[in-house]
């Protein structure tokens, strides 16, 4: 049973340009939602979150939206750079539970020169 | 000085052999993670403790023991590997339960554990 899918395993995008990579799920009691990024051979890092009271986060180029009655998610990069290119997981937790975060498969974000 | 380490990096090891990994925060964290990424490349969690308390054991084999010293280790023992076994293995940290409502997890770079 998966609780927190991204339908597009893949994404290409030009240098530049804006990148957006969607998460939905499927659990209502979710109330904190995080984006990690991973590059090959190392560990998924932090990237940004968001709690279920807001529907907007940002930090610098990276900011995530959320639209709780669509059970939907986005991370949105602007602008793109050839560094961001890595596999984004998103990820959800149950509140007073927050020890159990529950991960996407994953979008490879690759960002054209 | 690296947050989350965890050795060895690869695993290579026969059916049936018993491996162990290794893992090691310097965050000052109290809670510690081994989550799982299998061949369909999903990150599912297997065990977590806090203060080398069992707090979340996942449905895994009996075959996979963790084991926390102190709170800043937390090994993962497998006893008899199967071929099923194979998968990207990462440790994490995180301060839930030091008064933060919302945390992230602190990850490792993972082991890649193969068995043949």
């Known amino acids: 049973d998966q609780q927190v899918k991204q339908n597009s395993p893949s994404l290409s995008v030009q240098e530049g340009r804006i990148s957006i990579l969607n998460c939905d799920y499927t659990n209502s009691m979710f109330d904190y939602f995080l984006w990690y990024k991973k590059y090959p051979a190392e560990g998924p890092t932090f990237l940004i979150s968001?709690?279920?009271?807001?529907d907007k986060n940002e930090d610098g180029r990276f900011t995530v939206f959320l639209n709780k009655s669509a059970k939907h998610l986005s991370l949105h990069i602007v602008p793109s750079q050839p560094g961001d290119s890595a596999v984004y997981f998103c990820a959800a937790s149950l509140p007073f539970y927050g020890q159990n975060f529950v991960f996407g498969p994953g979008t490879r974000l690759s960002v054209l020169p | 000085d690296t947050a989350v380490s965890q050795t060895p990096k690869y695993l290579v090891t026969q059916m049936g052999n018993d491996k162990s990994i290794k893992c090691e925060q310097n965050l000052g964290h109290d809670t510690m993670y081994w989550y799982k990424q299998d061949s369909k490349k999903f990150l599912k969690i297997m065990f977590s403790?806090?203060?080398?308390?069992?707090?979340i054991n996942e449905t895994v084999p009996n075959r996979f023991s963790p084991k926390s010293p102190d709170k800043a280790h937390l090994n993962l023992h497998i006893n008899s590997l199967e071929l099923g076994d194979s998968a990207v293995y990462f440790c994490?940290?995180?301060?839930?339960?030091?008064?933060?409502?919302?945390?992230?997890?602190?990850f490792g770079s993972g082991t890649q554990l193969s068995v043949l």
């Open positions: 994490a940290s995180s301060s839930l339960g030091q008064g933060s409502t919302n945390e992230k997890l602190f």
């Open positions: 403790y806090n203060n080398k308390e069992l707090i």
């Open positions: 968001i709690s279920s009271i807001k």
